[in-house]
Every structure is written in structure tokens, then in C-alpha cells.
């Protein structure tokens, strides 16, 4: 009993120093915002098991390396100083991972998902700035080289599209169903 106990503490202890650790508001943001870099792209990546859905995950790979990939190399080629005075501020890759998470999420499994994932994103996206990490623009250049990486790679899983088709011989609908 004596020996779990000590355990359970060992455990937790690095957690609790990590959580407490933080008590200004600035930094809570700031740890908010790492918590959610860290847990949406683990969320979109692990859904793809979830859902048993191999197209998903390989769609994710390319997105995400694509996202990583241009992001650091515009991190290198630009090498734009940080509003704290750091390197390489543009873009943002905290704000262009979860933003390509965010958008896989919603076009992979829908908007009812995605919603929330564009949320927690955005609050990643807005904690960068407040940290002074990054400057405005260093996030919205990060967002929309995550976003066009998903809209490149991610298609709908398990849909039904439904495609007008109007040629001189023919006009009607076509369906097309995805499993």
C-alpha cells in the first residue's frame, strides 16, 4: 500500500509542477496553447485508428510532412526576427500544425467535429501572439499553409456526393458514395 502510494506521487508530481508551475495568466495562455499544439495533431492522427480508417491516416501523413516541410523552410528562407527578440518567426509552425489538424479533422469527419478543432486552433493561433512569439501575420501565414495542405490531400471519409451532370445527349445526377 506505502509503495503505490509513493508511486501515484512520483506520477503525478512532474504534472502538477508542470500545471502549477504556471500561475500567471500570460503563462496559462501560453501552456493552454502548448497543450493544444500537442493534443490536436494526436487527436487527428489518432482518430485515423479510431475510425480504423487507413486512406485517413495516409491522407494525414502527406498533409502534415507537406505542412512541417514548408513551413520550416520558410522559417529558414525568411528568418524574420520574433517580437521577443528569438528567430525564426515566420510563419508560426504551432498555428500551421493545428490549423492542418483543425481542417483534416473537418473534412475528413465533417464540420461537427471540425468546429471544435477550429477552436482550439484558433486559441493556439491567438496564445502564439500573446506570448510574443510570433506577430500577427507569422500565424496567419501559418494557418493558411496548414489549411491548403489538408484542402490539398483530405478527402471526405465514408460520403456521399451527389454531382449534377448535364452533357448534349444526358442530364440528370450522378452519385458517387465513398466507404
Known amino acids: 500500500m506505502n509503495i503505490k502510494l509513493r508511486l501515484k506521487k512520483l506520477y503525478l508530481s512532474p504534472l502538477l509542477v508542470f500545471f502549477i508551475g504556471y500561475n500567471s495568466y500570460a503563462d496559462s495562455i501560453e501552456t493552454i496553447g502548448n497543450i493544444f499544439w500537442i493534443l490536436l495533431p494526436s487527436t487527428a ?3 485515423t ?3 480504423d480508417d487507413e486512406a485517413g491516416r495516409y491522407q494525414f501523413y502527406k498533409s502534415f ?10 522559417k529558414y528562407t525568411v528568418d524574420k526576427e520574433r517580437p521577443n527578440g528569438g528567430e525564426h ?6 498555428t500551421s500544425t493545428v490549423f492542418q489538424s483543425a481542417t483534416f ?13 477550429y477552436t482550439a486552433a484558433s486559441f493556439v493561433g491567438y496564445s502564439r501572439v500573446h506570448a510574443d512569439e510570433h506577430y500577427t501575420e507569422d500565424v496567419i501565414a501559418g494557418a493558411l499553409i496548414g489549411i491548403l495542405s ?5 478527402t471526405p471519409y ?3 456526393k451527389i454531382i449534377p451532370k448535364v452533357s448534349r445527349e444526358l442530364s440528370g445526377l450522378y452519385f458517387q ?3
Not at 510532412?65 to 520558410?74: E, I, N, Q
Not at 479533422?105 to 478543432?117: E, F, S, T
Not at 489538408?150 to 483530405?154: A, E, K, L, N
Open 105 to 117: 479533422i473537418q473534412m475528413r469527419y465533417g464540420w461537427k467535429y471540425g468546429l471544435v478543432a
Open 89 to 94: 518567426s515566420f510563419p508560426s509552425n504551432h
Open 150 to 154: 489538408s484542402y490539398y490531400f483530405t
Open 49 to 51: 485508428f479510431v475510425m
Open 177 to 179: 458514395y465513398q466507404w
Open 45 to 47: 492522427y489518432g482518430t
Open 65 to 74: 510532412a507537406t505542412t512541417v516541410a514548408t513551413t520550416y523552410a520558410l
Open 158 to 160: 465514408k460520403s456521399l
